[in-house]
Nanobody
Framework: QVQLMESGGGLVQAGGSLRLSCVAG????????IAWYRQAPGKQRELVAT???????TYADPVKGRFTISRDNIADTVYLQMNSLKPEDTAVYYC????????WGQGTQVTIAS
């Protein structure tokens, strides 16, 4: 099974931007779809965005128009470009195969200061 590793989190001011990266330890095309999820303190993990092998994307309502998921099949990497960030976007962000079958990486912390 291809392992995924997240990076790119950090602390930014509200209105700022971050780009998260999800690097696959193998051929990313082995996965039909990949997703970004997030888990805020005290809340359940939620789906943020998905991207299929063919490049089709979906987004959760709270991030539509602000986040963009993309993939580089040569670099075996999936990105999450996050713009116009809000304090409520603060969470640990995870990438995984979609649908997730119960295996999670360490995630990357995103903190948005108001």
């Amino acid at each position: 099974q291809v392992q995924l590793m997240e990076s790119g989190g950090g602390l930014v001011q509200a209105g700022g931007s971050l780009r998260l990266s999800c690097v696959a330890g193998g051929n990313i095309n082995e996965m039909i779809a990949i997703a970004w999820y997030r888990q805020a303190p005290g809340k359940q993990r939620e789906l943020v965005a998905t991207i299929t092998r063919g490049g089709s994307t979906t987004y959760a309502d709270p991030v539509k128009g602000r986040f963009t998921i993309s993939r580089d099949n040569i670099a075996d990497t999936v990105y999450l470009q996050m713009n116009s960030l809000k304090p409520e976007d603060t969470a640990v962000y995870y990438c995984s195969k979609y649908p997730n079958l119960g295996t999670w990486g360490q995630g990357t912390q995103v903190t948005i200061a108001s």
